[in-house]
C-alpha cells in the first residue's frame, strides 16, 4: 500500500479553496517552508500527517513549531527536505555533502517559487521543487505537487496547476 503525498511550499500566508481540495485526497502535507502565517497550517484539512519546515521569511514563533529540515524514511525511502536547497546540480551551500552523507534518495524544497522535478544522477537522488500556492514572488502559475509513495519509488507524480497569481479566493 502507497503512502499520497501533496507536496506545497511558498503559502506567504495564502491558502485558498482550490488548493485546499487537492488536500483532501492525500494521507501526508509537506510544506517546505514559507509558510508566513499559522493560520495556513491551521486552515490544512484535519487527520492528516503534516510535515513541514520554516522558510526565510517565517517569523520565530512558525520557526518554534516547524525546524529547518526534516529528514526521514518512510515507504522504504529516506527523505530531506529544507526551504532553501538550491537546484540540481547547483545546490546551496552544504547541502550536496548532506545528501551525500545522509544517503538521501528524494530530496525537497521550496525557495525558487520554480516548480521543478530532476533526478539527480551523481547522487542518485530525485529532487522536487513544488513552486508555490501562495500571491508573493515572481511567480506566474502557482503550482503543488502530488504524488504516491510506494516501497521506495516515486508513483503518479503530477504537477496541479492552481491559476495565476494574482486571482484571490481567499478563505473567510
Known amino acids: 500500500m502507497s503512502t499520497k503525498i501533496a507536496l506545497i511550499s511558498d503559502s506567504h500566508s495564502y491558502i485558498d479553496h482550490k488548493t485546499l481540495s487537492y488536500l483532501q485526497e492525500v494521507d501526508e502535507i509537506w510544506h517546505a517552508g514559507d509558510i508566513g502565517d499559522l493560520q495556513v497550517m491551521k486552515a490544512l484539512p484535519k487527520g492528516k500527517l503534516i510535515r513541514a519546515v520554516f522558510g526565510n521569511i517565517d517569523d520565530s514563533k512558525i520557526q518554534q513549531d516547524?525546524?529547518?529540515?526534516?529528514?526521514?524514511?518512510?515507504e522504504k525511502m529516506k527523505i530531506a527536505m529544507t526551504h532553501i536547497g538550491g537546484k540540481p546540480p547547483r545546490y546551496a551551500k552544504g547541502i550536496k555533502s548532506l545528501l551525500k552523507f545522509e544517503k538521501v534518495q528524494l530530496f525537497v524544497c521550496g525557495h525558487s517559487h520554480i516548480c521543478k522535478v530532476e533526478f539527480d544522477r551523481e547522487l542518485n537522488c530525485l529532487y522536487l521543487n513544488p513552486g508555490a500556492i501562495g500571491q508573493q514572488g515572481f511567480h506566474q502559475m502557482r503550482t503543488l505537487l502530488l504524488f504516491d509513495l510506494n516501497q521506495g519509488k516515486v508513483e503518479n507524480l503530477r504537477v496541479v496547476e492552481l491559476g495565476k497569481r494574482g486571482k484571490l479566493d481567499t478563505l473567510t
Do not use: D, G
Open 66 to 74: 516547524y525546524p529547518e529540515w526534516q529528514i526521514f524514511e518512510l
